[in-house]
């Protein structure tokens, strides 16, 4: 249990400092309407004759008094303790904040999917585990075509319901085993770990697919396409910065394709090769 001491109720004042004025404001004018009532019993005549030296408080009245005012203090130093006690979380309460944190740290709010840092993460323990001959893991970064186009003609909010529909859509695309993140704006990446070649354009082209009829979104249809940059472990690159950077490549190779491409980088030519559009 917390102890307890003057340190403990100051520093409880100074956490709740209008709560405890508030209190000493009433206990103050509970205690002195206690000392007048002890003065004289009639308070209306006391105070029209506080010109005249009062009466003698009797011991009686006084321990009376003195037990009112004790019992004042302990209610004002009561209720800072309870203040303090509320501020002092449970063992479960603290650990559901954590998690809650954890969660926030972790996950986009607008999207609900893990974010940057969770994908970063993944590809870096990825990178540490290297799959079994002939197979990789690939990594995909997507950017739409056509979404700025929504945010500038029907605003922010529009955008973010556009967002959540190719969300949705991206998540049916994705296998079990994929990670799906949004790296923010416009901008995705998935992880698939323990691919060939032929699976990953299989994935790839899964995602070009997932967007090919018009998202449906605030009541209207909008042509929303995909670029797909795509980078495999370990043939593109050993460390994270190197596959990341190798698939924004490819990436930006696609954008300039079709309103909807997936584009993998070839080390062998240093800028992209095996280029898939999508059909129209």
């Known amino acids: 249990m917390k102890p ?4 403990t109720v100051l520093a409880a004042i100074a956490e709740h400092p209008w709560s405890s004025l508030r209190d000493f404001v009433v206990l103050s004018a509970i205690m002195l309407f206690a000392v007048l009532m002890a003065q004289h019993y009639d308070i209306f005549a006391f105070i ?3 010109a005249y030296p009062s009466r003698e408080i009797s011991p009686a009245e006084a321990v009376l008094l003195g037990g009112v005012g004790a019992a004042c203090v302990w209610t004002f130093i009561s209720r800072r303790l309870r203040d ?3 501020d002092t979380l449970s063992p479960e309460m603290l650990a559901s904040e954590m998690h809650a944190l954890r969660v926030l740290a972790m996950q986009d709010p607008l999207t609900s999917l893990p974010n940057r840092r969770v994908l970063l993460d993944a590809v870096d323990i990825a990178t ?3 799959p079994v001959p002939g197979r990789s893991h690939a990594v995909f970064l997507l950017d739409l075509n056509g979404f700025k186009g929504v945010n500038d003609r029907y605003g922010h909010a529009m955008g973010d319901e556009v967002l959540k529909a190719v969300v949705a859509r991206f998540r049916r695309a994705a296998r079990s085993s994929d990670i799906l993140a949004r790296l923010g704006g416009d901008e995705f990446a998935v992880l698939s770990r323990d691919v060939d070649e032929t699976d990953a354009r299989t994935i ?3 995602f ?3 967007l090919r009829d018009n998202v449906k979104a605030g009541g209207m249809s909008h042509a929303i396409g995909v670029a797909v940059g795509a980078a495999l472990f370990p043939k593109d690159g050993d460390t994270v910065e190197k596959i990341m950077r190798h698939a924004d490549v490819a990436m930006y190779r696609a954008k300039s394709q079709a309103v909807s491409s997936l584009v993998f980088f070839n080390p062998a ?3 992209v090769g095996m280029e898939r ?3 129209a």
């Not at 307890?4 to 340190?7: A, I, M, Q």
């Open 204 to 206: 790839g082209d899964r």
């Open 4 to 7: 307890v001491g003057p340190r």
């Open 208 to 210: 070009i697919a997932a």
């Open 277 to 279: 559009k999508a059909s």
């Open 48 to 50: 029209a004759s506080l």
């Open 269 to 271: 030519v240093g800028i």
């Open 84 to 86: 303090a006690a509320t």
């Open 128 to 130: 540490k585990v290297s």
